[in-house]
């Protein structure tokens, strides 16, 4: 069965630093892994997400990831957060983009610092 | 933009009684799908529909079923509610393609008591 795992429950992060989220998984095949974003009593919104290829990947408000196959890690990472990044961060694997669902981590809460 | 839509934001129910969740979306998407999300455990995949009439159990279907009698609308519907399903709900849907992500709702927001 497939699994996430984000170690980090919370971070706390001052503004103007760099940031990076860390996540593992468990999976049999070629994952399709995503992080998605949830400000406080919203829904979820797709950062990024990686299927093939380049394994750096680009998202949007300056986040990027990077896929390493040998350490079964898709870690979440931004050059200079702002306080506006403040929220929950999840990582989730799937198959086939999600046909059957996606297996999130428990996420991960980011806090900035003034 | 996809857009889907739950019907509530937030719910105050009793315990035992029937509550019906209603999600909507508006981008003709075959899979739809019910999470759970709770501190500290993330999202559960309660269940998902991949067509109309068609439903799969996720990981914590107990307590749950669900209702899917047109492509756009998934119901949850929790029979007999219980305090244990207070949490909030997410929706979500996503094309019936592969190499796509799922979109998901604002959630609802419920509480028994």
């Known amino acids: 069965a497939q699994s996430v795992t984000q170690p980090d429950i919370h971070i706390t992060v001052s503004e103007g630093a760099s940031l990076e989220l860390r996540c593992n998984y468990s999976?049999?095949?070629?994952?399709?892994l995503f992080w998605y974003v949830q400000s406080p009593g919203q829904g979820l919104q797709l950062l990024l997400k990686?299927?093939?290829?380049?394994?750096l990947v680009q998202g949007i408000k300056g986040f990027e990831a990077e896929f390493k196959r040998s350490q079964s890690s898709f870690n979440l990472r931004k050059p200079s957060v702002h306080w506006s990044d403040a929220a929950e961060y999840f990582c989730?694997?799937?198959?086939?983009?999600?046909?059957?669902?996606?297996?999130f981590g428990k996420g991960t809460h980011l806090i900035i610092q003034p | 933009d996809v857009k889907v839509t739950q019907s509530s934001r937030y719910l105050v129910k009793r315990t035992g009684e029937k509550v019906f969740l209603e999600c909507v979306q508006d981008?003709?998407?075959?899979?739809m799908f019910w999470y759970r999300q709770d501190p500290g455990l993330g999202l559960r995949l309660i269940y998902f529909?991949?067509?109309?009439?068609?439903?799969e159990k996720g990981d914590i279907p107990e307590g749950y079923s669900v209702s899917r009698e047109k492509k756009e609308r998934f119901s949850l519907i929790l029979e007999s509610a219980s305090t244990n399903q207070t949490s909030m709900y997410l929706c979500?849907?996503?094309?019936?393609?592969?190499?796509?992500?799922?979109?998901f709702g604002q959630g609802t927001r419920l509480t028994v008591v």
């Open positions: 989730a694997v799937g198959e086939g983009g999600g046909a059957d669902g996606l297996t």
């Open positions: 981008m003709d998407h075959e899979n």
């Open positions: 529909s991949y067509d109309v009439k068609m439903k």
């Open positions: 990686y299927f093939s290829g380049d394994t």
């Open positions: 979500a849907s996503s094309p019936g393609q592969r190499n796509t992500e799922a979109f």
């Open positions: 999976y049999g095949a070629t994952p399709y």
